[in-house]
């Protein structure tokens, strides 16, 4: 089955710079790939997802790129504030097919 | 609000007993599926149901088990506990069958086994 890692766990930035978190999976059947935001103590929520049709994809601050061939995907923020501290998980599945694979998370502190 | 409600939000229990969590989905949605997010394991696939039947088996447990019933309601039974099922429980919910898209997710239900 799928199998999805995450990187880096944890991860420390200062307002303003940038953060970027990578993960790769490992069957390239796999063609949905969305990102996850759980603030503490709050439930996980949906910031953006790619589909296999498309390299990139932006909104406003936080971007996702893809790349089929190395089955990696990355999720880009800038101009990082402190209410994006959170934890952030990737996933992937097959559309249609297979529930989502969740990689293990990156908890992203912002400081002020 | 994402219209998933789970019940209870918190339960504290003993080495060996069975436990019942509940979760309703958002109005309309025939899928739902559980997810056991344990401290360094991330967010684990449990079982997926949809309209009453079961769809998709992940890593559960044989001692847990789960069901769908014809108001979609969802129940997850956890039984024979071990120290170890401490988690905090989610259940999630879309329109359809198929992954096509956003997962919703309630505020899960945190369980304890002491």
């Known amino acids: 089955g799928e199998n999805v890692e995450q990187h880096p766990s944890t991860l420390s930035v200062q307002e303003g710079d940038s953060a970027v978190i990578k993960c790769t999976y490992s069957?390239?059947?796999?063609?949905?790939f969305p990102w996850y935001k759980q603030e503490l103590g709050k439930r996980p929520q949906l910031i953006i997802d790619?589909?296999?049709?498309?390299g990139e994809k932006k909104d406003q601050r936080i971007a996702v790129t893809l790349n089929k061939t190395a089955k990696h995907f990355s999720l880009h923020i800038t101009e990082t504030q402190p209410e994006d501290s959170a934890v952030y998980f990737c996933?992937?599945?097959?559309?249609?097919?297979?529930?989502?694979?969740f990689g293990k998370g990156t908890r992203l502190s912002v400081i002020a | 609000d994402s219209g998933v409600t789970q019940t209870p939000k918190h339960l504290i229990t003993a080495t060996g007993q069975r436990v019942t969590l509940r979760c309703s989905p958002r109005?309309?949605?025939?899928?739902v599926y559980w997810y056991q997010q344990s401290l360094d394991q991330g967010l684990q696939f449990l079982i997926q149901?949809?309209?009453?039947?079961?769809?998709a088996k992940g890593n559960i447990l044989e001692r847990f088990s789960a069901q769908q019933f014809p108001d979609l309601h969802s129940e997850l039974n956890l039984s024979s506990l071990e120290l170890g099922d401490s988690a905090l429980y989610f259940c999630?919910?879309?329109?359809?069958?198929?992954?096509?898209?956003?997962?919703?997710f309630g505020e899960g239900s945190r369980l304890t086994v002491l």
């Open positions: 999630a919910s879309t329109l359809a069958g198929e992954n096509t898209g956003e997962l919703f």
């Open positions: 069957d390239s059947a796999s063609n949905y």
């Open positions: 790619i589909r296999s049709n498309v």
């Open positions: 996933a992937a599945s097959i559309t249609g097919n297979t529930p989502l694979v």
């Open positions: 109005s309309g949605d025939l899928s």
């Open positions: 149901y949809y309209n009453g039947e079961e769809r």
